[in-house]
């Protein structure tokens, strides 16, 4: 199936790949997908964490393959199931995952205002793996997010927060600074990361929008500068994504000169080249934070 559709830049849309697992609609984010292709026997890696089915290497590359099934809490494939089941192949967070799935439905372009934000029609399993919900056609589909099982099942794999205390003892710095992150614990880690490297004027926001209402706050009432210096801002965030963000600050005479970073785990070569196209100052994936707090040094000095 060919994944390559191609958005334009900063319209606040995505493309949602849904598949199936077990009668349920699932969701990911088509920007995440490398290819899908048939299952293939996998080779068994030892002691490894229950929701890795094993390694394969369908060219040059080293995949590891993980058990939707297994994560979500439901019944192992049997050898019919198998047959006809599939691996959707990613790349986030400069990782190669193979994610197994009975089915694969289509592709839906979907605005990030359409993503409703999980609530009691998520059942416990997907309870904190999910990050949003679309309805379609009355159907609903949960968004899951991947991020958080990859991390759930090696921990090595997030934010490497141990970078910043690499970093030494460093000054406090009142540069005010806007934060846009929709996963609850990542916008803690990262906020709690700043502080610690020195930067303790932070905002802290859920989305793009909300991100953006502080702005045009501080357009209004003469306080930019007083409260909106740097802005970072993750790509996939309900109601308004990362990308619609850099371009409306970029487009806008007031606030262009303001360096946007985009610290998402879907940093690779195609989304930077849309983020360079947007304007954005810098680009960088998830688990650098060390790097994140250079590359803040360096664009407020």
């Not at 003469?222 to 970029?250: A, S, W």
């Amino acid at each position: 199936m060919d994944t390559n559709i191609l958005l334009e830049n900063g319209t606040n849309e995505l493309e949602v790949l849904e598949f199936v697992l077990e009668g349920q609609h699932y969701g990911i984010n088509v920007a995440k997908i490398r290819e899908i292709i048939p299952y293939q026997e996998v080779t068994p890696v030892p002691n490894a964490h229950p929701s890795i089915e094993g390694i394969f290497m369908p060219r040059d590359t080293m995949i590891t393959a993980i058990s939707l099934r297994n994560c979500l809490q439901m019944r192992e494939y049997n050898n019919e199931e198998l047959n006809t089941s599939l691996f959707i192949v990613t790349n986030f967070n400069k990782l190669d995952i193979a994610f197994h799935v009975d089915a694969v439905m289509g592709i839906h372009r979907v605005s990030w205002n359409q993503i409703i934000k999980p609530g009691t029609t998520v059942s416990t399993s997907e309870d904190g793996i999910s990050t949003g919900i679309i309805k379609i056609n009355g159907k609903l589909i949960i968004i899951l997010d991947f991020e958080k099982i990859v991390t759930d099942i090696n921990p090595e794999t997030g934010l490497k927060v141990s970078e910043i205390d690499e970093l030494g003892h460093r000054p406090q710095r009142n540069v005010p600074i806007l934060i846009a992150e929709d996963s609850p614990l990542l916008n803690k880690l990262i906020v709690d990361s700043l502080r610690q490297a020195g930067y303790v004027n932070l905002i802290h926001t859920e989305n793009g929008k909300q991100a953006y209402d502080v702005i045009t706050a501080c357009k209004e009432d003469g306080t930019l500068n007083q409260h909106v210096q740097c802005i970072i801002t993750d790509i996939e965030m309900p109601v308004m994504d990362g990308h619609r963000l850099t371009k409306l600050v970029k487009e806008d005479e007031e606030t262009k000169n303001i360096p946007v970073i985009i610290f998402s785990s879907l940093v690779n070569e195609e989304m930077k080249r849309k983020g360079e196209a947007l304007g954005a100052d810098a680009q960088l994936s998830k688990p650098e934070i060390g790097n994140l707090v250079h590359v803040i040094d360096r664009l407020i000095k």
